[in-house]
């Protein structure tokens, strides 16, 4: 494993940042970790808080403006450091677009964001993706270093999106390199109001787990991630900063943890039905996502252990959070269910996969018609 590259930059006045999509729950993380280190008196000065409306958070600087504006760089009028957030915490909300308008949105804003930061001598972007880029894999170290490849599958899901959003930043590297641009991969998010992929896994009734598998279930409480992001800008860190509770926890902690019990399949078995149930709608989600369930990808957050950040949350704890968050609940294939629906529960996300499969056989065999 390469060392942590550490890069320190001093300060004599107190800098202005701001933070995309500030007005969201973790957007609102980001800016009152801001606003707590501003009134220790380090290099945080003024917080600016960039959104379509206003947050809740008291002393922040609001500009209103959407992302994907051109108007966004006369809303950076002093900044010197912006804080993106490109990862998505509600899923919800996403699988209410096209993939292609969610990859359309993603692209136009961090360009946006790139070029009205460049244009306006902003000297330092901090993009938050996800750990999630470096591919799930039986062949991935524990932890992962920060200099690892990104592996992951370009699909149509959510981690191509950030795939598409890290090439946008690489080429920015060079195009601007006025622009100092640290991208900022997080395990797992975990905290009230996150939803995502793997908070969905946890909303079925069973946990899906391949014959083989070797998940390394590793997670990052959002108020970590926010105190790290206020230590990668104070301190100038990059080009890329890993974030998680140490550690990692075996499937069957989790299963100890969560009280849940697994199902186990083949890989075959359940990435082949993933795949059909994914062509026909039923799975929103690229059949690819399930390997974050069952495959290592945790990392090691080598930069900011060196640069004497530590986690608040371990992973039993985060998990814990994250059990508490999606209470009431139910999902099966990360797609939620109605109260109603609530008697499907009974059977795990991996059976219902494949029942459903075996299913739409009997159907087209009848000639219902796919």
């Known amino acids: 494993m390469s060392s942590p590259r550490v890069r320190v930059r001093s ?11 500030a007005a969201t729950p973790l957007g609102d993380h980001i800016v009152r970790a801001l606003l707590a280190r501003s009134a220790a008196g380090g290099a945080i000065g003024t917080v600016v ?14 500009r209103l403006v959407d992302l994907g504006s051109p108007d ?42 790139v070029v009205s930061a460049a244009a306006t001598g902003v000297a330092r972007l901090v993009v938050v993706t996800s750990a999630m880029t470096y591919g799930a894999s039986p062949a991935n170290l524990v932890p992962l270093p920060e200099d690892a490849p990104l592996s992951a599958d370009p699909d149509e899901g959510q981690v191509g999106d950030l795939l598409a959003v890290e090439q946008i930043l690489r080429t920015a590297a060079e195009v601007h390199p006025g622009l100092a641009i640290t991208v900022v991969r997080p395990a797992a998010l975990a ?31 959002v108020e970590d991630l926010a105190t790290a992001l206020v230590t990668t800008v104070e301190l100038g860190l990059g080009p890329v900063v890993t974030v998680a ?28 039905t993933a795949q059909r149930l994914h062509r026909v709608g039923i799975l929103p989600s690229p059949a690819t996502d399930l390997a974050y369930a069952v495959y290592p990808w945790a ?3 080598a930069t900011l252990i060196a640069a004497g950040w530590q986690a608040a ?34 059977a795990s996300a991996a059976v219902a996969l494949v029942g459903t499969a075996a299913m739409m056989r009997r159907h087209r065999r009848k000639g219902g018609g796919a």
């Open 299 to 301: 990392v090691s957050s």
């Open 11 to 21: 300060s004599r006045k107190a800098m202005t940042v701001a933070v995309t999509g």
């Open 313 to 346: 949350y371990d992973n039993e704890t985060c998990l814990g959070v994250l059990l508490e968050s999606i209470r009431g609940h139910h999902a099966v294939a990360a797609r939620r269910l109605d109260r109603k629906d609530a008697a499907l529960g009974a």
């Open 72 to 113: 966004l760089a006369a809303h950076l009028r002093d900044v010197k450091a912006v804080i993106h957030v490109a990862a998505s915490t509600d899923l919800a909300a996403d699988l209410r677009q096209s993939a292609r308008a969610r990859r359309e949105r993603a692209v136009r804003q961090i360009q946006t964001v």
């Open 49 to 62: 808080g960039l959104d379509t409306e206003r947050g809740a958070a008291d002393g922040v600087h609001w």
């Open 191 to 221: 905290g009230p109001q996150v939803d995502t992929v793997i908070t969905r896994h946890f909303e079925a009734p069973r946990l899906l787990a391949v014959k083989g598998g070797c998940p390394a279930w590793q997670f990052c409480h």
């Open 245 to 272: 509770s140490p550690g990692w926890m075996t499937q069957g902690e989790v299963e100890v943890v969560s009280g849940m019990r697994r199902v186990e399949l083949s890989e075959s078995a359940a990435l082949g």
